[in-house]
């Protein structure tokens, strides 16, 4: 490994062949064929986005390349060479780096230990961290990088995290980066910020592969895009040559229709909290303080934050899974502070969980045993409300199967089988065809493609056409102020007032998520003083 002080990019060599060769790659799981017969080429500092809907084998590819996964046929060349299968060693060997979702980092060490961690033989006498900080320092300097490297972990926020995640791989000599959703739980300046990393670290010579739901993104930082449906390469296109409707269309395989927006006046008062604290602990420390809302029938109210900011302790209050310490809490002018998850159901609350497969689904059970969860009991599907009457529910669960979409074998195959576009549609169909009062929607299109998300979308203002109130929980700001009649940000715990979605801006949105204020000079005039407020450092 190379520590010495020289710029990190003088250490790639350019070439005109391509870096990298993926030829005729196939993977099966049992009779599921993830991969068949896919082939690509990136070049050298070229950008490359992979698209597909959910499931069409794009982190099954990457993690073969990764050497994750082993390849049931085909083959892997990096630099000319074929890479051997199924070591992640040989990958990082040849300069391939992955960057996942979910982050793998220690908090409780600091940022340059987590860089190092695995880079030195365990059995050294001692660690070379003056060589180690000097070739990190160079990194940063020349991606243009700010990063305190004796900083913990656990105090640096989500874009920090995620730089420290890419130091690794270019710490470890990365030419090619595999970036999967990069973007999903920034901010948009944090945006901004990667992809002028992005485009330094190309000039550079390194070359960028990235997965990504959000094409607005993928158009504006790509100049190359691979397609997958079904497991296939269906498309490979340069980026300047497709639009936004166009790509959407690539991937699903048919024409996207975006939902039409429905501007209603508002009905009564369905959801109140006033004042709402929750406590941490007996020390008094708060998850969420002096949370005030007000949602309407025929309303949609998004809450936009960065993870981690008190939004799941929001919903989990409101699905009654957790009792707030003080202040009120009332759906239809009922006080719900201390009502079950199963007395909210019974007035009319639907629940749209974050994790769709942990807590939206019982995945053993079938696909129609999964339809009657949210109304236990209840007629035609029940008798006395203790028996099941299964032709009853197996015909209502037919129906629903239609109705919404839901693409299955069979209503007897287990829910965990479903892909995560279907799962969705199940907990929409369970939840939305007992015409709720309250819809609780969290993070409901995250991970989903461009045609799941319409549908999803078209369900939520069908609801709210229906009379119902939903609160949408999303760190997806494009879908906030899509849907939204209003939005209100979570930061440490703390609830803004409602802004009008004609009001705001990504970057406003972005300003607020991070704990900037809008002073009453500017609260007319939002969407014109994004740089004012900016630079006042709120």
Same mark, same amino acid.
């Given at each position: 490994?190379?520590?010495?002080?020289?710029?990190?990019?003088?250490?790639?060599?350019?070439?005109?062949?391509?870096?990298?060769?993926?030829?005729?790659?196939?993977?099966?799981?049992?009779?599921?064929?993830?991969?068949?017969?896919?082939?690509?080429?990136?070049?050298?500092?070229?950008?490359?986005?992979?698209?597909?809907?959910?499931?069409?084998?794009?982190?099954?590819?990457?993690?073969?390349?990764?050497?994750?996964?082993?390849?049931?046929?085909?083959?892997?060349?990096?630099?000319?060479?074929?890479?051997?299968?199924?070591?992640?060693?040989?990958?990082?060997?040849?300069?391939?780096?992955?960057?996942?979702?979910?982050?793998?980092?220690?908090?409780?060490?600091?940022?340059?230990?987590?860089?190092?961690?695995?880079?030195?033989?365990?059995?050294?006498?001692?660690?070379?961290?003056?060589?180690?900080?000097?070739?990190?320092?160079?990194?940063?300097?020349?991606?243009?990088?700010?990063?305190?490297?004796?900083?913990?972990?656990?105090?640096?926020?989500?874009?920090?995290?995620?730089?420290?995640?890419?130091?690794?791989?270019?710490?470890?000599?990365?030419?090619?980066?595999?970036?999967?959703?990069?973007?999903?739980?920034?901010?948009?300046?944090?945006?901004?910020?990667?992809?002028?990393?992005?485009?330094?670290?190309?000039?550079?010579?390194?070359?960028?592969?990235?997965?990504?739901?959000?094409?607005?993104?993928?158009?504006?930082?790509?100049?190359?895009?691979?397609?997958?449906?079904?497991?296939?390469?269906?498309?490979?296109?340069?980026?300047?040559?497709?639009?936004?409707?166009?790509?959407?269309?690539?991937?699903?395989?048919?024409?996207?229709?975006?939902?039409?927006?429905?501007?209603?006046?508002?009905?009564?008062?369905?959801?109140?909290?006033?004042?709402?604290?929750?406590?941490?602990?007996?020390?008094?420390?708060?998850?969420?303080?002096?949370?005030?809302?007000?949602?309407?029938?025929?309303?949609?109210?998004?809450?936009?934050?960065?993870?981690?900011?008190?939004?799941?302790?929001?919903?989990?209050?409101?699905?009654?899974?957790?009792?707030?310490?003080?202040?009120?809490?009332?759906?239809?002018?009922?006080?719900?502070?201390?009502?079950?998850?199963?007395?909210?159901?019974?007035?009319?609350?639907?629940?749209?969980?974050?994790?769709?497969?942990?807590?939206?689904?019982?995945?053993?059970?079938?696909?129609?045993?999964?339809?009657?969860?949210?109304?236990?009991?209840?007629?035609?599907?029940?008798?006395?409300?203790?028996? @099941?009457?299964? =032709?009853?529910? +197996?015909?209502? !669960? $037919?129906?629903?199967?239609?109705?919404? &979409?839901?693409?299955? /074998?069979?209503?007897?195959?287990?829910?965990?089988?479903?892909?995560?576009?279907?799962?969705?549609?199940?907990?929409?169909?369970?939840?939305?065809?007992?015409?709720?009062?309250?819809?609780?929607?969290?993070?409901?299109?995250?991970?989903?493609?461009?045609?799941?998300?319409?549908?999803?979308?078209?369900?939520?203002?069908?609801?709210?056409?229906?009379?119902?109130?939903?609160?949408?929980?999303?760190?997806?700001?494009?879908?906030?102020?899509?849907?939204?009649?209003?939005?209100?940000?979570?930061?440490?715990?703390?609830?803004?007032?409602?802004?009008?979605?004609?009001?705001?801006?990504?970057?406003?949105?972005? @300003?607020?998520? =991070?704990?900037? +204020?809008?002073? !009453? $000079?500017?609260?007319?005039?939002?969407? &014109?003083?994004?740089? /004012?407020?900016?630079?006042?450092?709120?």
């Amino acid at each position: 490994m190379q520590l010495s002080g020289c710029p990190f990019y003088y250490s790639i060599k350019k070439t005109a062949m391509p870096i990298l060769e993926i030829e005729n790659i196939s993977k099966s799981f049992a009779s599921v064929v993830a991969n068949k017969e896919i082939s690509l080429s990136l070049d050298q500092g070229e950008i490359l986005a992979l698209l597909g809907e959910n499931g069409a084998g794009k982190t099954t590819l990457m993690n073969i390349l990764f050497g994750q996964y082993r390849a049931d046929s085909g083959q892997i060349k990096a630099w000319g060479k074929v890479l051997p299968a199924n070591s992640t060693d040989a990958a990082l060997k040849a300069g391939i780096g992955m960057v996942h979702q979910h982050f793998t980092l220690a908090e409780n060490m600091t940022v340059l230990e987590n860089v190092m961690l695995g880079t030195q033989s365990l059995f050294a006498l001692r660690s070379n961290t003056t060589g180690a900080r000097r070739k990190i320092e160079n990194i940063c300097r020349d991606m243009g990088l700010t990063i305190a490297l004796d900083q913990l972990v656990a105090d640096l926020s989500i874009g920090e995290k995620q730089r420290v995640e890419i130091l690794k791989a270019l710490y470890r000599d990365a030419k090619i980066l595999i970036l999967d959703e990069p973007t999903a739980v920034l901010i948009p300046q944090e945006v901004e910020g990667l992809f002028k990393m992005l485009r330094k670290m190309q000039k550079s010579g390194l070359s960028v592969i990235i997965i990504s739901h959000k094409l607005d993104e993928v158009l504006a930082i790509s100049q190359n895009i691979v397609v997958l449906r079904q497991g296939e390469r269906v498309a490979h296109v340069a980026t300047a040559s497709v639009d936004r409707d166009a790509l959407a269309e690539l991937i699903v395989g048919k024409k996207v229709i975006q939902p039409t927006i429905h501007e209603l006046p508002p009905g009564e008062p369905i959801l109140q909290l006033k004042q709402v604290n929750l406590f941490h602990d007996a020390k008094g420390k708060y998850r969420l303080k002096n949370i005030n809302l007000t949602l309407r029938a025929k309303q949609i109210i998004g809450i936009a934050g960065v993870s981690g900011n008190g939004q799941r302790e929001l919903a989990e209050v409101i699905s009654g899974v957790q009792k707030i310490s003080s202040g009120s809490f009332e759906i239809q002018q009922q006080d719900c502070r201390k009502k079950s998850i199963k007395q909210l159901t019974k007035l009319q609350v639907a629940r749209i969980p974050e994790d769709r497969h942990s807590a939206g689904i019982v995945g053993e059970m079938s696909v129609w045993e999964n339809l009657m969860l949210e109304d236990l009991g209840s007629a035609p599907c029940w008798s006395r409300g203790i028996w @099941i009457k299964s =032709s009853a529910a +197996k015909e209502r !669960a $037919a129906q629903l199967i239609e109705k919404f &979409d839901i693409r299955c /074998a069979n209503m007897q195959m287990p829910a965990k089988l479903l892909s995560g576009g279907n799962i969705q549609k199940l907990i929409l169909a369970r939840n939305l065809q007992l015409l709720p009062k309250l819809v609780l929607a969290n993070q409901p299109v995250r991970g989903l493609d461009e045609g799941a998300i319409s549908f999803v979308h078209q369900q939520l203002i069908d609801a709210k056409v229906s009379g119902s109130g939903i609160l949408l929980i999303s760190e997806d700001l494009d879908e906030l102020l899509r849907l939204s009649d209003f939005v209100q940000v979570m930061h440490n715990g703390e609830l803004s007032r409602a802004y009008p979605r004609d009001e705001l801006t990504p970057k406003l949105l972005g @300003i607020l998520m =991070s704990g900037g +204020k809008i002073t !009453a $000079a500017t609260d007319h005039t939002l969407t &014109d003083t994004d740089s /004012a407020l900016a630079d006042t450092g709120s």
